[in-house]
């Protein structure tokens, strides 16, 4: 069985989200923290964490890219259980068997992104329209023989599940341009 975690690359995560998730913390998309949100209107922090942001479960905090990690049943019966109790002690989920009915499905989308070998590093790229939030992945490939060390040393991008253009980490929380 394999699950997402934080990583941290370098600081960045720390000025670029209002709250940077603490490396390591098991993670999933985090779309539904922006239910309720105009993502139009989103500035920001707040529009940086929109569009590119993966979920630390433990801080509530958001990290640029999330690993693929070995994980075990007892794992990932933690993370349900975990995600449970933030969405009712910080979304307002009306109670734990809703909280949890909603925590299974995001666990086990999170896990439907670990298609990839182990250690593999996933970038998510989200888009609002006519109310509707799309999410597009990516698993950001290595130079050869390069380890985890600097954020910006990635040679290309792969496997794109909804490509909708160029992902560039660094532009992340700027502005979209029109073309």
Do not use: Y
């Amino acid at each position: 069985m394999k699950l997402l975690r934080t990583i941290a690359l370098d600081p960045s995560d720390t000025f670029v989200f209002d709250v940077a998730a603490e490396p390591g913390e098991w993670a999933v998309s985090g779309a539904f923290r922006f239910w309720d949100h105009d993502a139009a209107r989103l500035e920001g922090k707040a529009r940086a964490a929109f569009r590119g942001g993966f979920l630390g479960v433990q801080s509530w905090g958001w990290s640029t890219l999330a690993q693929i990690v070995p994980a075990t049943e007892d794992d990932r019966r933690g993370l349900v259980d975990l995600l449970a109790r933030q969405l009712v002690d910080r979304f307002g989920a009306p109670d734990m068997a809703a909280a949890k009915t909603a925590a299974e499905e995001e666990v086990a989308f999170a896990q439907s992104l670990c298609s990839h070998p182990i250690s593999s590093l996933i970038a998510v790229h989200r888009t609002s329209s006519d109310g509707e939030v799309r999410e597009s992945f990516r698993r950001l490939q290595l130079r050869q023989g390069q380890g985890h060390s600097k954020a910006f040393s990635f040679m290309e991008i792969e496997d794109e599940v909804q490509p909708d253009g160029d992902l560039r980490i660094a532009d992340l929380g700027r502005e979209p341009t029109v073309r």
